[in-house]
């Protein structure tokens, strides 16, 4: 282990230059699951760090995330870290998938618990970070024109952080109360007596959906794509069931990395084919109504669901039976069932309510497929011959996903060239860690590793303690991925990808919700274990496709 410099602020004056630069072993960006753990490593391994973050305080997608309805869709204690069996003991969840401000305050917690507050800087935006060759080190700057220089620069900006709003022509000109529910304001909203509209279907709006049709004189609801959801099947937890879960903790903290997705569900039956059309159905059920796990469940009740379209027809049509019974109006009905592309194509979304809410009498969809937006002004939004007239509209338009938070950022690597610009045709990552061409720095849950396709803490927890590892081994040298390594890996992303269903849809995962961006899938999709079993023994083989460099052998 090595301790490369005291941590201490050096004044460092040259020509242009802020005037101080702060020198570390590591800067982290992103205060969130990823950016606290990595800080609580690299102290216990005696380096010195700081993270940085553009928000006032910790929890990352869960600081900004605070619209009405947002909770997670992963069951909270497995949507937890794993590291501390103390704190496994000492934190309780009271719901069974955790609301928004549990899991803020859970960050929090763990913020405090491990005193890791005086190593963050709050209200920070990162801007550039710099690879200095000749002294191989990063250099990185703020907006607020403070200069910190480490050898080792971690990202820990998460995958779905840089929010999205919608390309439709004069929203600019609505004078209404706006709101994005990724980046939601932090005083109370209060929609009582407001009409008020909704853009997007997604997992944000479909969670906000029923929440703000509760408290609204009016709720519309302007639909592009129609999205297949099921019943989360939340619930407070029972006193026996918190218990069971404290018992069961360093049981289930071990299984979840033997999950494909890193996450406990119902045991999957096999390929839907072995089952007559009745047990498909009774499984359905079970799945969908709670008696089986609910939630995400539903998509693991076959295990061909995501690989075979034929399987996947079946969980579809079921869905598609269940919007039919739940919706009273026949056309609305119609206009809210996806038809297009498979059951989990786009990320299967877990509601709380979400089709019953148009039962209610203040609440409209709008199709915008078959009456799209015609014009916005101050007072509203006009689709085909109706004017809808809205005090407040809420973009639930989601985020450029894996590769926007880097690419806010002016990342240069070796020769000065910019991150965004290698990236420009689709992001390429060796194991979704490292990029040829910018050495010594690391992305968590970067494009190429599982991230969203995975539960993110166990895959948060199994890239910090890999990079920890691997500083440890370096002792100061760097490192760096191979262009070959990286070529070879983005294309067992891809052919991972193309085995699924998840390729058959306008999707997040592929980038299609960004106008002009290339149509890459981002994230690893041959599971969990096939993924850690491949970094451990790369890491346990000398770092197999990376290149490790003495310092003197590198300017
Ligand atoms: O974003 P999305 P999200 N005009 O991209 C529509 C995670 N998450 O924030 O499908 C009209 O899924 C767009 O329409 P279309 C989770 O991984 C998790 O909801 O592109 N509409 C779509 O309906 C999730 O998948 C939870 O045609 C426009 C919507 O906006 C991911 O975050 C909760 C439009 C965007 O949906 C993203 O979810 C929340 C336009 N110009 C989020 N542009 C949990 O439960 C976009 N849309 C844990």
Known sequence: ?????????????????????????????????????????????????????????????WYWNRYPGARCDVESYQYSYGFSPDLDQEWTWTERFAPQTEILSYAQHVADRFDL??????????????????????VVTTHQGE?????????????????????I?????????????GAWPHHAVDFAGKRVG???????????????????????????????????????????????IKADYPNMRALVHRTRTGTILPRSRGPLGNFDTAEVEREFEARWDGK???????????????????????????VRGKIASIVNDPQVAEDLTPQDYPLGAKRLVCD?????????????????????ITRVDADGIETGDVFHSLDALIYATGYDAGTGALNRIDIRGVGGRSLRDKWREGPK?????????????????????????????PSIEFHVEWIDRCLSDLEGRRIEATEAAEEDWAEHVRQCAEQTIMTKADNWYLGANIPGKPRVFFAYAGGVPSYEKKCNEVARDGYQGFRILEKEACA
């Open 292 to 318: 089986k796990g609910g939630g995400s469940s539903f998509i693991a009740a076959f295990d061909d669901l995501l690989t075979s379209l034929e399987s996947n027809a079946p969980a579809a049509e079921f």
């Open 147 to 167: 200069v910190f220089r480490a050898r080792y620069c971690i990202m820990a900006t998460g995958n779905l952080s840089d929010v999205k709003l919608p390309d």
């Open 198 to 244: 909704v853009i997007g279907t997604g997992s944000s709006g479909i969670q906000c959906i029923p929440e703000v049709a509760r408290q609204a004189e009016h709720l519309t609801v302007f639909q592009r794509t129609a999205n297949y959801s099921v019943p989360a099947c939340n619930r407070v937890l029972a006193d026996e069931e918190i218990a069971a």
């Open 169 to 181: 022509d004069g929203i600019g000109n609505f004078a209404g109360e706006s709101y994005h529910t």
């Open 117 to 138: 507050r005086r190593d963050i800087l709050f209200d920070r935006t990162v801007e550039s970070a710099v690879f200095d060759e000749a002294d191989d080190a990063w």
């Open 1 to 61: 282990m090595t301790n490369m410099n005291s941590g201490k602020l050096t004044l460092h004056k040259e020509a242009g230059q802020a005037d101080s630069v702060r020198e570390l072993d590591v800067v982290i960006v992103g205060a969130g699951f990823a950016g606290l753990y990595m800080l609580h490593r690299l102290r216990l391994s005696r380096r010195t760090a700081i993270v940085i973050d553009r928000g006032s305080d910790v929890g990352g997608t």
């Open 429 to 457: 990552c060796y194991l979704g860690l490292m990029v040829a061409g910018f050495p010594n720095l690391f992305i968590i849950t970067g494009p190429g590793s599982p991230s969203v396709l995975s539960n993110v803490l």
């Open 352 to 372: 709380t309510g979400y089709f019953d809410t148009y039962n209610r009498p203040n609440v409209t969809l709008v199709n915008l497929r078959r009456t799209p």
